[in-house]
């Protein structure tokens, strides 16, 4: 019996940050769709287009040293046909991120075709969510 295209995405969110995590820059290369259009931001970078400066980013993070430590919860996939999203909170270090991880189908396999992370409000904060003021 074959995953749901929502439990395949969760799988492909997986593999990301299980490289990232590695700092494992072959598996982010696989990961990373070849076809399709990419882009990336990275909290506080200007972002990133096309697949050669995507990955020149993702080369900078993790073969400039010490990959930062990661961690991906509360993930919710999205599945829109040949296209797809996952929602997640990422801990890296110690800063609380939340981060949009966008997949395209290639061949069969689930492809990232635009990862953002951003900082989120601290716990406590007492701003209703989503609001940006």
């Known amino acids: 019996m074959g995953r749901?295209?929502?439990q395949q995405l969760l799988r492909a969110n997986r593999a990301f940050y299980e490289a990232f995590?590695?700092?494992d820059i072959e598996a982010m290369d696989d990961l990373w769709a070849r076809r399709a259009e990419v882009a990336c931001v990275h909290p506080g970078w200007p972002a990133l287009h096309g697949r050669d400066e995507v990955?020149?980013?993702w080369r900078a993070i993790l073969l400039g040293g010490e990959a930062p430590r990661i961690l991906c919860?509360?993930?919710?996939?999205?599945a829109?046909?040949?296209g797809g999203f996952v929602t997640c909170v990422e801990v890296v270090d110690d800063t609380t991120l939340v981060a949009t991880n966008?997949?395209?189908?290639?061949?069969?396999?689930?492809q990232i075709v635009h990862h953002h992370a951003g900082p989120v409000?601290?716990?406590g904060d007492d701003r209703p969510r989503g609001l940006l003021n």
């Not at 966008?102 to 689930?110: D, N, T, Y």
């Open 4 to 6: 749901s295209p929502s």
């Open 21 to 23: 995590a590695a700092g």
């Open 55 to 57: 990955m020149d980013g």
């Open 73 to 78: 919860r509360d993930a919710r996939a999205f």
């Open 80 to 82: 829109l046909g040949e």
């Open 102 to 110: 966008v997949f395209a189908l290639e061949g069969g396999l689930w």
């Open 121 to 123: 409000a601290p716990a």
